[in-house]
C-alpha cells in the first residue's frame, strides 16, 4: 500500500473535481461578486433567519429605523469624506432640526425661559393658519409635518453655513489639526443642545398626534403606519442624495474632491463651494433625520441627538468612513441589530449593541464592510 | 458672626467640588493637553471610579433599607485591625477603582488607539453612555436607578459633621498637590517629552522610533486612573450616588470647558480652570429670572469651549514653552553607559 498506488484508486471523476475546485479559486471568486449581490443575498439570509428565530417583526421595525439613522449617517461620512473630521454635533443638528418644526406644527408651543415671568405659549404658524389636522389617514400625523420638513431643512442648513464660516473654516485657514476641528464641532454640539434646552426646556414633547392601530402585513409582521411612511421618505431621500453624487455637477466635484483634493482644486474645482455644498447636503439630511425620527417615536427631548450619535457613527464605521452607500447599508444593518437584540436582552442595551458592533468592526475591519478612508 | 460662619461653609462646598473637578481636568489634561487624545467619555471612568469605591465600601446591602444590589465590600468592617484608625479603607477603596479605570481603559484604548482620533473619540463616547446603562439597569450590581447612598465618611468620627467639609476641602487640596506632582513629574520625563512629540507631530514621533500606540495608551490609562481617583473623591464627598450624576453635561462636558478655559497643556491651568469655571458656574445661581436658568448655564458652557478654541487657544494660562539651553543640549547628547 503505497502513495502512488492509493492515488491512483482515487477515481478519476474525483479527481476531476479536486481539480476543478482547485481552479476555482473560491477567494478571488468571492471578491468579484458584484456588492448590490452581495447586499441583497446578505439580506435575504439575514430575512430568512429572522424568519426561522421568529423575529422578522423586529427584523422589519429594523429596517425601517435604520433607514431613518442612514439620513444622519449620510451627512456623517459625507463630511468625513470631504472636510475630513468627525463632525460629533451631528446628532444635536438632528435635535435642533426636530425642534425647529415644532414651532411650525404643533398647536401649542410653549416657551420655557420666558416662563420664568409668566406661562408663555403661542400657536404654532400652520395651526394658526388653520392647517391644525392631524392623523392623515392612517398615519397620527398630519401633512403640516411635510410642510415643515423642507422648511427646517432650509433653516438647518443656513446655520450649518454660518457655523462652517464662522467656526470651521477660520480653524482650517488657521492649520488647525482635524482633531481640534472634532474638538471645535463638540463645542458647538453642547452650544446647539443648550440652546434647545434654553429655549424649550428640557421635558418630554412630541408633536401633535393620534394614535392609530399598526398595520398587519401578514407572516406576524406588524409595523406602524406611520414608521412605513417614514421609511418611505428616507429612502427617497437618500436616492435623491445618490442622484446628486451621481449625476450632478455638485456631487461630481464632491466626489473629486473627495478622491484628490490637490488634484482637484488644481483642476479648478472651487474647493469652498464644494465643503458649502456638502454642509447644505449633511445639514438638510440630518434636518430630515431629525423630524422623522422625533415623529416615529412620538416624541422629542434636547438630548436625543447626542444618543443617536453612538448608532449613527457605528454605521458610518461600519459601512467604511467616507462611503455613502456603505453608511446607508451600515444604518440598516445596525438598526436591525438593535432592535432584533430587544428580543433577546434587555431593551435598555439597544445603544450597547450598537457600540459594540462598532467596537468589533474596528478590532477585525477598521475600513469597514465596504472600504473607506483610513 | 453667623453670616460669616455661613460664608465659610459656602466655600468649604465650593472647594470640595471645585477641587473634584479639578482632578478630572488634571487627568483630562494628561489625555488632551499632552497627548492630544480626544475623550468625550470622562463620565466612564467618573462613573467606574465613583461605583467601584461606592461598592467596595458600602456596608452589605440589607432588604429593609430598601437596597436590591447583593454584594457591598464593607471594608470599613471587614478590613478591622487594618484600618489602623486612619481609615486606610479609603485608600483601598481608591486603589480598587484606579485597577477597574485602569483596565477598562487599556481595554477601550487598545481597540481604539491605532486608528484615527476620532474613532477613539466615539469610542469613548460609546463607552461613557454603556456605562451609565449598566449602572442604571444592573440593580444587583449597584442599586439601578435608586443609588447607592449608604457610603461611608473618610475619618468621619474625627469631623463633627458641621465642619466636616473643612477637613475634606483641605484633604482634596492636599490629594490634588499630590496628583500635580505626579503628572508634573510624569510629563518632565522623557516619557512625557515622547507624548508632546505625539501631539505634535504623530508621524515625526514614529519616525524616531518611538512606539506612538503604546505611548498613547500608556497616557489614555494613566489619565483614566487619575479619572478614577476624582469619581473616588467624589463618592465619599457627596456620598450618594445614582446613574444620574453621570449625565453628560455634569461629568463631561463641563470638565472639558474647565481645561479649555484655564489652558490645556498646562497643570496648573487645568487646576485653575477648574476653580473659575465651577465658581461661574454656581454663583450665576444668585442672578435674577432666566440668568440662573441651568439650561442657560449648558448654553454658555458650548460657547466657552467654542470661543476659547476660536479665539484662544492656549486658555488664560497656555502651555509654557519648553527652552533648551545648550547646555541642556550637550547633556542629551553625552554618551550614556
Known sequence: MNLANRINSIPAYFKILLGFIKNMNLANRINSIPAYFKILLGFIITLSIAFILGVQDLYVHGM???????????????????????????????????????????????????????DFAFTGLFPALGLDQVGLGPFTFGFTILLAIPISMFILAIIAIGLEKFVYRKLRLRGSSDVMIAMASFGVAILLRGAISTIFGTQLRSYDRISKPFLKIGWGIDVPPDLLFLGIVAVTLCLLTHYILQYTKIGKSMRATSDNPDLAMVTGININKVIMNT???????????????????????????????????????????????????????????????????????????????????????PRGLFGGKD | MDSILSIFNYLSTYIVIAGIYAIFSLGLNIHWGFTGIFNIGISAF???????????????????????????????????????????????????????????????????????????????????????????????????????????????????????????????????????????????????????????????????????????????????????IGGVVYTHGIRYLDPLTFDPLMATFIIWAMLMVGGSGNNKGAIIGAFIVWAIWTWTDFLPGFLSDPNLKFLMIGLLITLVILFKPEGIIGEKKVKLSSKDIDKELEPTE
Not at chain 1, 444622519?72 to 451631528?90: E, R
Not at chain 1, 441589530?337 to 450598537?354: D, F, H, Q, R, W
Not at chain 2, 446603562?133 to 468620627?157: D, T
Open chain 1, 279 to 365: 454642509w447644505i447636503i449633511a445639514a438638510g439630511l440630518a434636518a430630515c433625520a431629525g423630524i422623522l425620527i422625533a415623529v416615529g417615536s412620538a416624541q422629542m427631548v434636547p438630548q436625543m441627538g447626542w444618543k443617536l450619535l453612538i448608532p449613527i457613527f457605528a454605521a458610518v464605521v461600519l459601512g467604511g468612513v467616507g462611503n455613502a452607500y456603505g453608511a446607508f447599508i451600515g444604518a440598516l444593518i445596525i438598526g436591525v441589530a438593535m432592535e432584533v437584540s430587544t428580543e433577546y436582552m434587555n431593551p435598555a442595551y439597544k445603544l450597547g449593541v450598537a457600540f459594540t458592533i462598532m467596537l468589533l468592526v474596528l478590532t477585525i475591519k
Open chain 2, 46 to 228: 467618573f462613573a467606574l471610579g465613583a461605583y467601584t469605591a461606592a461598592i467596595l465600601t458600602s456596608a452589605s446591602p440589607s432588604p429593609e433599607m430598601f437596597e436590591d444590589f447583593i454584594w457591598g465590600g464593607n471594608l470599613p468592617e471587614s478590613l478591622g485591625f487594618f484600618n489602623l484608625g486612619i481609615d486606610l479603607w479609603y485608600f483601598v477603596g481608591m486603589f480598587g477603582a484606579i485597577i477597574v479605570c485602569g483596565i477598562s481603559a487599556a481595554i477601550i484604548g487598545w481597540i481604539t488607539l491605532r486608528l484615527r482620533d476620532d474613532y477613539f473619540a466615539i469610542a469613548t463616547l460609546g463607552l461613557a453612555e454603556t456605562v451609565r446603562f449598566i449602572f442604571l439597569n444592573e440593580k444587583w450590581l449597584a442599586n439601578g436607578s435608586r443609588g447607592m447612598y449608604r457610603i461611608p465618611k473618610f475619618l468621619g468620627e474625627w469631623f463633627p459633621p458641621a465642619y466636616y467639609n473643612y477637613f475634606y476641602g483641605i484633604f482634596i487640596l492636599l490629594l490634588i498637590f499630590i496628583l500635580y506632582k505626579i503628572v508634573q513629574k510624569a510629563i518632565n520625563s522623557p516619557w512625557g517629552r515622547v507624548l508632546k512629540a505625539i501631539r505634535e507631530d504623530e508621524i515625526a514621533t514614529s519616525a524616531s522610533g518611538k512606539n506612538v500606540f503604546l505611548f498613547k495608551l500608556q497616557s489614555f490609562i494613566l489619565g483614566a486612573c487619575i479619572m478614577g
Open chain 1, 64 to 118: 425601517l429605523i435604520g433607514s431613518l439613522f442612514a439620513l444622519g449617517a449620510i451627512g456623517i461620512t459625507l463630511l468625513y469624506a470631504i472636510v475630513n473630521f468627525a463632525h460629533v454635533a451631528h446628532g444635536d443638528f438632528m435635535t435642533l432640526g426636530a425642534f425647529l418644526a415644532f414651532p411650525l406644527v404643533a398647536s401649542v408651543v410653549d416657551v420655557e425661559y420666558v416662563s420664568y415671568a409668566d
